[in-house]
């Protein structure tokens, strides 16, 4: 079964920048890879989706996450990154990456099956 594996988190200031790291255990075809993030007591929100279909690459984002956050993958090293800029202290949470082995586009959290264990990301005001 496939493992993802979160890398990147940290702390930073607001209007800082990171960028995190998700590597899977096995090559992802066109599964569509996800970042989700859970602040405490909140619902995991679904902030960035890629999905690499036969004839283009789609991606799609949150509202909340819009302009400042960007998905990208390196097939070959079977990775999806978030590269987050101008981050603001309510984009602290547990960030989540997830796949879904069908591919298909959404940002819902029930259409993925495979989840990494999280990185925890800090911003201060």
């Known amino acids: 079964q496939m493992r993802l594996v979160e890398s990147g988190g940290g702390s930073v200031q607001a209007g800082g920048s990171l960028t995190l790291s998700c590597t899977a255990s096995?090559?992802?075809?066109?599964?569509?890879m996800a970042w989700f993030r859970q602040a405490p007591g909140n619902i995991r929100e679904g902030i960035a989706a890629?999905?690499?279909?036969?004839?283009?690459?789609?991606?799609k984002y949150g509202d909340s996450v819009k302009g400042r956050f960007s998905i990208s993958q390196d097939r070959n090293k079977n990775t999806v990154y978030l590269q987050m800029t101008n981050l603001e202290p309510q984009d602290t949470a547990v960030y989540y990456c997830?796949?879904?082995?069908?591919?298909?586009?959404?940002?819902?959290?029930?259409?993925?099956?495979?989840w990494g264990q999280g990185t925890q990301v800090i911003v201060s005001s």
């Open positions: 997830a796949a879904r082995k069908l591919g298909g586009m959404g940002l819902d959290a029930a259409i993925y099956d495979t």
């Open positions: 096995e090559y992802t075809s066109e599964s569509t």
């Open positions: 890629i999905w690499p279909a036969p004839k283009n690459v789609y991606t």
